[in-house]
């Protein structure tokens, strides 16, 4: 099994019904170069990459853009149209006033598998009491949270909010709330690496590419960054991968994570065997 646990599916086609609402995801997310991709498409590329599921994830700005750039309803719509492939989270502005019940509705009335929350978009830091709520409704529901991380190049953004060491005490408050740093945090990766060694409801995912191709910044930040061992012997299984489509190129970055020097044991982990543990399992 091969899990992609971090793909925007801001621009699916069916989703993507007028103009006006397309122009205003270009911008919220700061991606401009690319159309919007038929569900065969979709699928192609999948099987190209040789993905077996994508975690789709959706935005909700409403704080700081006016609004969800893609809502947990249309997330539901998508996984309803391929069941077998795509894997839906919630999203809520956790500063807005309904967020406690929209969160209640994804998870109880939607079904959705997890939380999408971007600290530095959304202007939070994750030790913020008042998200204190949402993290109670998590646990109660048994879903993880799959937190932006590190850098972003959305606008409108701070990367203060989401630097590693800032979930420190989420995580030491919350020790049965599984967390994934997204990104890997990069460019602190080694302070997540220090997290996921003293937490281990902490994960992280492979989606940091931002200098050169695939492979080259792969092997930079995980065998060297990241010492290969690192993550072959003590952070093995806490590490999945995840793309961050359509940002980047979902097939190559598949390929590249296959051509690090990691045991098979280890790469079948990061591929799908952590995201499975990690959410929960895939019912």
């Not at 919220?28 to 599921?53: K, Y």
């Amino acid at each position: 099994m091969f899990i992609d646990i971090h793909v925007h599916p801001a621009f699916f086609e069916p989703i993507n019904t007028e103009e006006e609402q397309t122009e205003f995801r270009h911008n919220a997310l700061d991606i401009h170069r690319n159309g919007t991709a038929p569900l065969e498409h979709i699928f192609n590329q999948m099987r190209c990459a040789g993905l077996d599921r994508l975690c789709l994830l959706p935005e909700d700005y409403t704080t700081t853009a006016g609004r969800a750039v893609v809502t947990n309803e249309e997330i539901r719509s998508l996984v309803d149209m391929a069941p077998d492939k795509f894997i839906g989270f919630a999203s809520v502005d956790p500063l807005a006033d309904d967020c406690c019940e929209k969160l209640e509705h994804a998870f109880a009335d939607l079904r959705l598998k997890g939380l999408k929350l971007h600290p530095s978009r959304q202007w939070f830091y994750p030790s913020d009491e008042r998200l204190e709520q949402i993290y109670q409704i998590c646990e109660k529901y048994n879903k993880p949270i799959l937190f932006h991380s590190g850098l972003s190049w959305e606008p409108d953004t701070l990367s203060k909010y989401a630097k590693p060491m800032e979930f420190e005490e989420l995580a030491y408050r919350h020790p049965k709330l599984r967390i994934c740093l997204a990104h890997f945090g990069w460019p602190w990766v080694q302070e997540t690496a220090m997290l996921m060694v003293k937490f281990p409801n902490v994960y992280a995912d492979t989606s940091f590419l931002y200098f050169d191709c695939a492979k080259e910044f792969y092997f930079r930040v995980l065998t060297q960054d990241l010492p290969v061992t690192w993550i072959d012997r003590s952070l093995r299984h806490q590490v999945m991968f995840g793309s961050n489509n359509p940002r980047f190129e979902q097939i190559r970055m598949a390929q590249a994570i296959q051509e690090l020097d990691f045991r098979e044991s280890t790469l079948e982990l990061i591929k799908g065997e952590n995201a499975i543990e990690f959410l929960g399992g895939l019912d």
